[in-house]
């Protein structure tokens, strides 16, 4: 699995844009970049994945550099709910999680 | 379908105690997970299952930890003799095909204290 490098914690005011950025300089070739997001007392929950090629849902969008070795997860609103860790890593088999980035949401 | 179920929520033992954790995966999916978090850090991986086979083992699964998928459906994860620093929240998931394609859908876990 390829190492990942993400900021501890950012910070973000309500119904303005969030970018979450990723190193994975290591990253395989063929393998999928995930982002997953946990809120308190919860099991991560699926946020986005893409190869090459940006991907958008009605969650988020995820920008992808051409070398693929860091990738952004873009929130275009955020919201109170929004306020969660959020994991970058990529595999094939099982996927290995850091420590991820504290999101935190003024109103 | 209702996602992924794990039974109990919260399990609290006293130290010397086997436990025992069910997970339940989306009924299509073949493979299923299991990772334990503790306080302030990321979900860590410990094992992995395709249908009834176990292909991957973390060497976070001591001897004390055992974990079954009989018929290649649900899924047992026991604790033999509790230790305190197996005090953490085991998670479940489970992914239809390759994770790296589909990545994992996880349940709310279940939460381990051992006083």
């Known amino acids: 699995d390829a190492k990942t490098t993400q900021p501890n914690s950012m910070e973000s005011n309500e119904e303005e844009p969030v970018h979450l950025p990723c190193n994975h300089s290591?990253?395989?070739?063929?393998?999928?970049i995930h982002w997953y997001r946990q809120l308190p007392s919860q099991g991560p929950e699926y946020v986005i994945h893409g190869l090459t090629s940006n991907v958008n849902n009605r969650m988020a969008s995820l920008a992808i550099a051409e070398d693929r070795k860091s990738s952004t997860l873009i929130l275009h609103r955020a919201t109170l709910r929004d306020a969660a860790v959020y994991y970058c890593f990529s595999g094939y088999s099982t996927l290995t999680f850091g420590k991820g980035t504290m999101l935190l949401v003024s109103p | 379908d209702t996602g992924v179920s794990q039974d109990p929520r919260h399990k609290i033992t006293k130290r010397g105690q086997n436990v025992t954790f069910r997970c339940d995966p989306i009924?299509?999916?073949?493979?299923l997970y299991w990772y334990r978090q503790t306080l302030g850090q990321g979900p860590e991986f410990l094992t992995y299952f395709q249908n009834e086979a176990q292909l991957e083992k973390s060497r976070l699964l001591s001897d004390r930890f055992s974990a079954e998928r009989p018929k290649g459906s649900f899924s047992t994860l026991e604790i033999q003799r509790t230790e305190q620093g197996d005090s953490a929240m085991y998670l479940c998931?489970?992914?239809?095909?390759?994770?790296?394609?589909?990545?994992?859908?996880f349940g709310s876990g279940t939460r381990l204290t051992v006083v």
């Open positions: 998931a489970s992914s239809p095909r390759v994770v790296s394609d589909y990545g994992y859908t």
């Open positions: 009924s299509e999916h073949n493979r």
């Open positions: 290591t990253i395989s070739g063929t393998d999928y």
